[in-house]
């Protein structure tokens, strides 16, 4: 597994970045090479399914295939230390990244990231193969799909920015593919959050964990699990919806070079 990434600013050090869902690498990153471009040398990853990698084979992504893939990348580009960031489904990558290279890597910043904690949702409709078919099923019928979201709405079962949010990221077949190979081939990616703190902690390695106050896609709350074993100056609530937080939270990452 080879990914297409983009090198964005100049700095001294290096950041690897992984994306969110529906996104690629320099879309989402691009916003913050002003403020950290002097301090990092950005690469920015476009995750399999996305980008110049949206055409990649279908395949259900290991650690282990994880770990030689990012081995890969470090050989070629001849880098030992570097630091790490994952917005929304690129926390898990951020976070299988810390589990293979923890003596590599100085610091992690989260920014809302999946994989901390798991909805029941992503569970019924990766994990039990009927499910996950019905899941295809809907993916490819929008016209069951965004029905069911309106009356979800209607309910008050999901708010107007989640409904919103999903009629953008869904509102075309490619777009709703990405979604649907991207649930189901990264549901491998779990992790034992204690242990994994545990690991940074033992490597010197500070976690920095970032949730919007105003984000409806992924609340704080779905990332206590991990905010309760960090030090408080380490988890940071910014006044953020989902879509801007990247931007937010580099503002953030700015003040601990200056």
Known sequence: MNLHCKKLGSGPNILLAFHGIGQDGPGCFEAIEKSLGHHYT???????FHGENSDAPFEVISKTDWKACIQHFLNEN??????????????RFALATLEAFPENIDRAFL????????HPMYALATRIPP???????LMRHPQV???????????????????????????????RKTIYQS??????????????????NSNQV???LFAGVYDSLLKPKAVT??????????YIELKSGHTRLVEHAAVWICTLFK
């Open 42 to 48: 950005i690469y920015a990853f476009d995750l399999p």
């Open 225 to 234: 699990k991990l905010a309760q074993l960090l030090p408080k100056n380490q």
């Open 131 to 137: 499910a996950r078919w019905f899941y295809g099923w």
């Open 111 to 118: 920014i809302a990231p999946d994989g901390v904690s798991e």
């Open 206 to 208: 500070t976690i920095y």
């Open 183 to 200: 649930w189901v081939a990264f549901r491998n990616l779990r992790f034992d959050i204690p242990a994994l703190v545990k690991t940074a």
């Open 78 to 91: 001849n880098i030992t230390r570097f630091d790490i960031t994952g917005f929304s489904i690129g926390g």
């Open 145 to 175: 799909f965004f029905p069911g979201v309106r009356v979800a709405r209607t309910l008050n079962l999901a708010s107007k920015s989640l409904v919103r949010f999903t009629q953008q990221v869904l509102n075309t077949p490619e777009r």
